[in-house]
């Protein structure tokens, strides 16, 4: 499919839905009484626009944990202030899965997605979770699912980045695409194209000077960030091989303090899988 491998068209379609939606919520707390119309993203979109369950107390939910709760209650819960839902046939297999959406609130995060399965008329069971992925859901129900929150403060400021206006700069290389089949949410699987992109912008980035951290601080200029999305998607689209990744960081990072660097990264790669499920 060609939203999947154009990622860094993909990058740019997910920052510009983050602020699509930031302009969202700015127009909401500061002008309720506007005329104004409101932005929406595609992902917004996506739930507003679908079809809605009606009887939420009636509908069970089946958590990843095995424990039951109704749907009314799941979506008035505490930490659920944000939540929109949606029924929609993901894989076109004739039964619509339950998707429910969340913003949990906090600087620069997080939106969190569930995905259900269909057991019965009145039952669903969790199969999925995409958290802090600043997800964008495409026409074709593809989710391209971007690394810039869990990676945003990578030994630099959220918004700061690694800036090169060359023609031979790195592609921005920020997200997966995730498919949705069969009662399963997987990585659609990285191609050779995208590899080579992940080796060359590797490349680049390990030719650049040494920017020592001050402890005090600890930002860089955006290059370790950088280091660890390509490390992210790498990871992620060729099967999640560990000992693969780092073989690909020992090639092309080379400064002292790689040890930290790569203990920094698996801490937070850990963490990204405890709070997704896909």
Known sequence: MKVTWL?????????ASTKAQEV????????????LPMPTDPTTDFFQQGEKIKATDKVSLIMLNKKATKLAAFLKSTDMQFADHVLEDLDNDGRKELLISNFTGGAHCCDEIYIFKNSTATKYQQVAKLFAGQTLITRGNEFIYSFGEHLGYFFTCYACGYSDTSDAAPIEVRSIALHYSKGKMFVVPGTTELRSIINDNLGKLGELPYEELEEDVAQDNGLRKEFAMNLAVFYYSFGRNLTATQALFNKYYKY?????????FTKQL??????NVF
């Open 7 to 15: 990622l860094a068209f993909a990058y740019f379609l997910s920052v």
């Open 270 to 275: 850990q963490y990204i899988r405890k709070e």
């Open 256 to 264: 002292p303090d790689a040890k930290k660097v790569w203990l920094a």
């Open 24 to 35: 969202v919520d700015s127009v909401k707390f500061n002008a309720k009484d506007s005329a």
